[in-house]
Nanobody
Framework: QYQLVESGGGLVQPGGSLRLSCAAS????????ITWFRRAPGKEREGVLC????????YYADSVHGRFTISRDSAENTVYLQMNSLKLEDTAVYYC??????????????????WGQGTQVTVSA
């Protein structure tokens, strides 16, 4: 069974850091692109950052440039989202998802067939 499980969310002060994990089972993350999405209160789910099968990354959210990075650990079969210099507006439920492609070709929610359950990130003073 294919599954993605996120973890690592929590409460952090503005300017702080968090690292989210997206653990995959049933398939190998090295072979597919994985995208992090987020849904802030009252807003639509939006694509944040994607890592492709070659390890390259694509930013879908301009607001996280220079603050968020994405990486992959093949041995752990896990994709990470490192979030630094967090802002109040980064508060959201964060999800990882797979569209079963190799490359970061889309940030359209409906193109993704496998989702994790989400992890809450709250940035607050």
């Amino acid at each position: 069974q294919y599954q993605l499980v996120e973890s690592g969310g929590g409460l952090v002060q503005p300017g702080g850091s968090l690292r989210l994990s997206c653990a995959a089972s049933g398939f190998t993350v090295d072979y597919y692109s994985i995208t992090w999405f987020r849904r802030a209160p009252g807003k639509e789910r939006e694509g944040v950052l994607c890592i492709d099968s070659s390890g390259g990354s694509t930013y879908y959210a301009d607001s996280v440039h220079g603050r968020f990075t994405i990486s992959r650990d093949s041995a752990e079969n896990t994709v990470y989202l490192q979030m630094n210099s967090l802002k109040l507006e980064d508060t959201a439920v964060y999800y990882c998802a797979a569209d079963w492609g190799q490359w970061c070709a889309t940030s359209t929610v409906h193109d993704y067939g496998l989702w994790g359950q989400g992890t809450q990130v709250t940035v607050s003073a």
